[in-house]
């Protein structure tokens, strides 16, 4: 990584998304929080500054392309360019999601943000991130969105209750991280998926049994690859993370 690294962490105004921007800042990365609340954003920022992590502010809504283009404008003028991406904003699209039962807006919902939101803010920094000497895109995914583990018998390895909306978008997602890792196979971008685990966030009412600093670990890690380092899978604090 360059001496002054930049990232770019979306949904940090709370829970795995702040940590992550505080353990980036940690290493001495200027990091942009990304949110869309503006009162919740600065508050995040405040914080983190006192901290003593360079943070700053960024205007951020990852359904609108309006907000995703300036952020990318912001990015260049406030810091120069981008280094490291981490796609953490996400939803759950509400309830129910029961197969059966769901409405498809709660689907619709969360495929937006979840994956058109991923697939939006790439792109508008991917010309940012070409310019950077070891430039990294992390997707915050999880592990309901295993396809093996949706379809394992009932035990151990199976993960997540029925979701006919959330846990899709995060197979979706896992799918979208490959296919951008196949078309940059020729450049120095290395782009993968992170699962945090079942951690305690107001996405799942706080229930999760790994604090938001555990949770935020393997994007941490992810975000740090070495040059050499895998780009197209999708991994935990344990390792692979089977699709």
Not at 35 to 56: I, M, T, Y
Not at 119 to 146: E, F, H, K, W
Not at 169 to 191: C, E, F, H, P, W
Request: charged residues 20%; contains cysteine.
């Amino acid at each position: 990584m360059s001496e002054r690294t930049t990232a770019l962490v979306t949904g940090a105004n709370k829970g795995i998304g702040y940590e992550i921007a505080a353990g980036l800042g940690a290493l001495g990365w200027q990091v942009g929080v990304g949110a869309r609340d503006e009162q919740r954003r600065e508050a995040a920022v405040a914080k983190l500054r006192a901290d003593g992590v360079d943070a700053f502010g960024v205007p951020l809504d990852v359904t609108d392309d309006a907000s995703v283009t300036a952020a990318a404008r912001l990015l260049q003028e406030r810091a120069g360019g981008l280094d490291v991406l981490v796609n953490n904003a996400g939803i759950t699209g509400g309830m129910p999601q029961q197969p059966g039962d769901a409405d498809v807006a709660t689907v619709r919902a969360a495929v937006e943000v979840n994956v058109v939101g991923v697939v939006r803010v790439t792109d508008a920094m991917l010309p940012l991130l070409r310019r950077s000497a070891s430039p990294r895109i992390v997707n915050m995914s999880s592990g309901v969105g295993s396809l093996a583990r949706q379809s394992a018998s009932a035990g151990e390895h199976q993960t997540g209750p029925l979701s006919v909306a959330y846990a899709p978008s995060k197979s979706m997602l896992n799918a979208v991280t490959i296919q951008y890792a196949r078309a940059l196979g020729d450049t120095n971008i290395l782009i993968n998926a992170a699962c945090p685990g079942f951690t305690a966030t107001d996405l799942n009412g706080f229930r999760g049994v790994r604090t938001p600093q555990q949770g935020a670990a393997i994007a941490i890690r992810l975000a740090t690859l070495p040059d050499d380092g895998p780009s197209g899978g999708f991994f935990d604090d344990a390792g692979v993370v089977p699709w």
